[in-house]
């Protein structure tokens, strides 16, 4: 082969690899709009019988133009007064603890630019005694990412330290046995507040039924002279078997002087019943 032939040959070899990567590049970036990766749904809610078995699906999508590996995993959590979630020990079983009777298939995913993935997510729920009750867990899909530079940077031990960045999605998973009515949620303190900046009206309310609760709480504002009405932030959340929630509704800073008839209103799912609270206040 000449020194032209050779040439052109590579020419065409490149020109050819060129041709062939902007095929599958504009394969794979078709559609891909850079919205990021997202999961869905961010939360699950099943009714699953004792000694029965459900199904549910997790859509992960990447809508990037980058590949990523994620891992699905489950632990038992713990909820606080403000609603902040907090991860139990390993090892340490949950009093409503869901993560031994729920698996995933896969439970790691590989996403190519623009690329969407079902996780089937099953719930065995066996049945005894403890299987009548509520449970929760938090499933925590982490991007797997893969060390490919060691700092070097040792400490005094001689070990090299090294952080990669990575990000991951929480999703809830909830379960109500199909034999457990509606819970029963209580208010159990309403008052008023205010500090040199602010006013505040506070409200706790508790779960004592033996079932998860979707709740709606409200603060409703009546002014008793002027007939001045206004309504406050809805506030929709969970609120688990024996555990407490609190909020504090802040007051407009332009609430008009007056004497004030304030009610607290809690929605917890009954068809037949609200709960509520009020109080009289002067606005000065």
């Known amino acids: 082969m000449n020194l032209i032939t050779k040439v052109i040959f590579f020419l065409v070899l490149v020109l050819s690899q060129n041709f062939i990567y902007s095929q599958e590049a504009s394969k794979d970036s078709s559609g891909i709009k850079g919205y990021g990766v997202a999961v869905a749904p961010s939360s699950m809610r099943f009714r699953v019988r004792p000694g029965s078995?459900?199904?549910?699906?997790?859509?992960?999508?990447?809508?990037?133009?980058?590949?990523y590996k994620f891992s699905l995993t489950f632990a038992d959590i713990e909820m606080e007064r403000n609603g902040k979630v907090g991860q139990l020990p390993v090892g340490e079983i949950a009093e409503y603890g869901l993560s031994r009777w729920i698996s995933a298939s896969p439970n790691f995913i590989e996403l190519d630019p623009g690329e969407k993935k079902k996780i089937e997510i099953t719930l065995e729920v066996p049945d005894k005694?403890?299987?009548?009750?509520?449970?929760?867990?938090?499933?925590?899909?982490?991007?797997v990412n893969e060390r490919k530079e060691i700092v070097a940077n040792p400490d005094e031990k001689g070990f090299s330290m090294g952080v990669v960045p990575t990000f991951g999605f929480g999703i809830y998973f909830y379960q109500n046995p199909p034999s457990l009515d509606v819970s029963d949620v209580e208010i159990r303190d309403f008052s008023f507040s205010y500090d040199d900046e602010s006013k505040y009206v506070h409200l706790l309310v508790k779960n004592?039924?033996?079932?998860?609760?979707?709740?709606k709480a409200y603060i409703e504002l009546n002014e008793l002279k002027t007939g001045y009405y206004e309504k406050m932030d809805l506030k929709v959340f969970n609120i688990l078997p024996g555990r407490e929630r609190e909020f504090d509704f802040k007051l407009p800073g332009n609430l008009p002087k007056g004497h004030y008839s304030i009610m607290?209103?809690?929605?917890?799912?009954?068809?037949?019943?609200i709960k509520a609270a009020s109080k009289e206040i002067i606005i000065q």
């Open 53 to 67: 078995v459900e199904k549910k699906y997790l859509t992960v999508t990447n809508d990037t133009y980058k590949p």
């Open 208 to 215: 004592i039924g033996k079932g998860i609760s979707r709740s």
């Open 129 to 143: 005694e403890e299987s009548y009750r509520a449970g929760w867990c938090l499933g925590m899909l982490d991007e």
């Open 264 to 273: 607290g209103i809690l929605d917890f799912g009954s068809d037949e019943e």
